[in-house]
DNA sequence: CGTTCGTTTGAACGACCTCAACGATCGTGG
DNA sequence: CCACGATCGTTGAGGTCGTTCAAACGAACG
């Protein structure tokens, strides 16, 4: 149920048989949602955190007309608000963008755990703080690079993240959101957005169709969007 | 020297004298930098983390042209990379953007301090938490608010915070930046950042200038900017 | 077979950028 | 005390990127 969460984990700390079977002793019941459904909306007290382990999440605040803004995707795997477990609320949406499947972890189990094993809760301080490396690289990306670049960067960080947990290759990988999704993670209009989209396919880098992303070239992508994956911590860091 | 750092805590947490003196014996040596001098490089590998005390600090990363972007902005009292204590190196650059007076932590005090005291260890990692939280806020602004809006988002964001320290009132603060590093805050250009401090100004709302900052009216700056305070987490927590 | 949802394309507009020049302020040295 | 350079702020003109509005197209589905 929760392999995903142990791939994400062990791609970049160490993690023992034991400290694996205390984080399933953690666990608590499973939940699936539709696409398209808010489970979490900011505000509301939490005692539990989300464990995300299929589908593609998001993050998202509202502007009053209606305009929206994802702040990150999140693949299965990740552990969707352990922010929550220090905040007790958040201050934005939590929504399933494709159909998901989740594993709740009370908040009281993570106290027992993080103070029994206070590595386990450096490893997920951890996961948080690279959350936080990743709105980093989106504020860069909203601020300083063109559609084309941003479009592409967002790719990028999306192979390397779901190649992390077996759901992307060199060459492509699964990825059913609309073109609308993608531009309220991308802060431009889905107009914008379907036409960068054309000019990456016609430069030859990459294909978005039919719920697929084929990556024609990997490399010059990566090259379009200055994408430098260390902000996503992959060398394995002793803790 | 740390009494803001303290003020920023209890501002959102109790804090026993037992667990400040605790953060104190935690304390290493103390710095002090000019403005505008990088004092910690993206991929470094840090054994400590840098609280505030004195200035405001950024935190940025730079495209290959030279265009930077600053990613979060610091005052006294916040732990600057407090990041580093789990990630052991930074995705991005810190920089005094005024002179600055820090104090350093030893990452073997924190793991200490952590150790003992758990529940100093979940209050740190809140503190990490709400540094993601001012970066979604910020990908909001860069991906959805005009010029305009995030400009004035920017100026509410720092009169809370600045507020909670002692340093700004309701009426205007100190703050030394120029629209150079302004507009690598916000994503914009320096001229156009120009054009919209002039617009809020005639529009009696603010003004910038002189190293200072005249709140004429905060809330309709608030307004204008669709400044919701509750991603600053200011209601007490239980933790 | 009509409805719905998502994608695609065109044309016109506007927000923000680029480039360039000028102005204001301030510290420094003659 | 003034001249000077350096830095930062201000303004204008024109260009570009991304938006807005509108319409047509395609696929999936009951």
Chains 1, 2 share one sequence.
Request: proline share 4%; glycine share 6%; aromatic share 8%.
């Amino acid at each position: 149920m929760i392999e995903s969460h142990f791939a994400r984990i062990r791609a970049r700390h160490a993690l023992s048989t034991e400290e694996e079977s205390a984080i399933r002793d953690a666990m608590g019941p499973s939940r699936a949602f539709d696409a398209h459904h808010t489970f979490i909306e900011a505000g509301t007290p939490l005692n539990v955190s989300v464990l995300l382990v299929e589908g593609i999440a998001g993050r998202y605040k509202d502007l009053s007309d209606g305009r929206r803004q994802i702040t990150e995707l999140h693949v299965p795997g990740d552990f969707a608000d352990l922010h929550s477990f220090t905040l007790k609320q958040l201050d934005h949406n939590l929504i399933s963008l494709t159909p998901c499947r989740v594993v709740l972890f009370p908040h009281s189990n993570l106290t027992e755990l993080t103070e029994r094993y206070p590595r386990i809760g450096r490893l997920y301080w951890f996961a948080t703080n690279l959350d936080a490396a990743i709105h980093r690289e989106w504020v860069l990306s909203m601020g300083r690079r063109t559609a084309i670049a941003r479009t592409a960067h967002l790719f990028c960080e999306l192979q390397v993240r779901l190649s992390l947990v077996g759901r992307a290759e060199a060459d492509g990988f699964d990825f059913k959101l609309s073109q609308v999704d993608l531009s309220e993670c991308l802060g431009l209009t889905d107009v914008h957005v379907n036409r960068s989209l054309r000019r990456l396919r016609e430069a030859g880098l990459m294909t978005f169709r039919g719920g697929r992303v084929t990556l024609h070239d990997l490399d010059g992508l990566r090259e379009v969007a200055e994408f430098d994956p260390s902000y996503l911590y992959l060398a394995p860091h002793p803790l």
